[in-house]
């Protein structure tokens, strides 16, 4: 199968995200791509870091200006496989960065047109491209399939006499 670019890089994002699926954390990849080269990479590790800073995007963001040496990231395109919260389109604007390339929306908190546009915000002093639905499919099915996994453990230890209800913390189930 041939891939553009933008697939390409979505497909790497994607396996960012399997590494947050394998350590239990909501499954979303980051990398950022500056002249054809990734020089960002990020996963959720929210909880297993208990840091609301360590989503996948704030991750990729501080590794890519380490390498660029930089805070700005002006030429970088970032691949990330769930439309950004307030806080990483709000990392995104501050960064610089060129293009958001998002895998699927996020109705209930995404920050690049779902709840609010912070990307393209008229008031900042920098506006994001926003190329949406790439990889889309692949993107969306990794987070059901976590959710439907975590709601049928949670189930079956809730039958079972455990509490787990501290685990499912910040899980939008």
């Known amino acids: 199968m041939v891939y553009s670019e933008d697939e390409r890089y979505m497909k790497?994002?994607?396996?960012?995200?399997?590494?947050?699926?394998?350590?239990?954390?909501?499954?979303?990849?980051?990398?950022?791509?500056?002249?054809?080269?990734?020089?960002?990479?990020?996963?959720n590790r929210r909880n297993t870091d208990?840091?609301?800073l360590c989503h996948a995007e704030m991750t990729a963001i501080r590794r890519a200006s380490k390498v660029i040496g930089d805070w700005r990231l002006e030429g970088c395109t970032m691949y990330v496989t769930l439309e950004p919260c307030q806080m990483c389109a709000g990392a995104c604007v501050q960064a610089r960065i060129d293009r958001v390339v998002i895998g699927c929306d996020s109705p209930k908190s995404g920050c690049a047109g779902s709840v609010i546009n912070i990307l393209q915000m008229d008031g900042f002093n920098h506006r994001v491209e926003i190329t949406r639905d790439v990889l889309k499919d692949e993107c969306s099915a990794i987070l059901s399939d976590f959710f439907t996994n975590l709601r049928k453990r949670l189930r079956?230890?809730?039958?079972?006499g455990n509490d787990s209800s501290r685990e499912s913390e910040g899980y939008d189930l």
């Open 12 to 43: 790497q994002a994607l396996a960012q995200a399997q590494k947050a699926y394998r350590l239990g954390e909501v499954p979303i990849g980051c990398v950022i791509v500056y002249e054809g080269k990734v020089i960002g990479r990020g996963y």
């Open 50 to 52: 208990r840091n609301t």
């Open 156 to 160: 079956t230890e809730k039958s079972n």
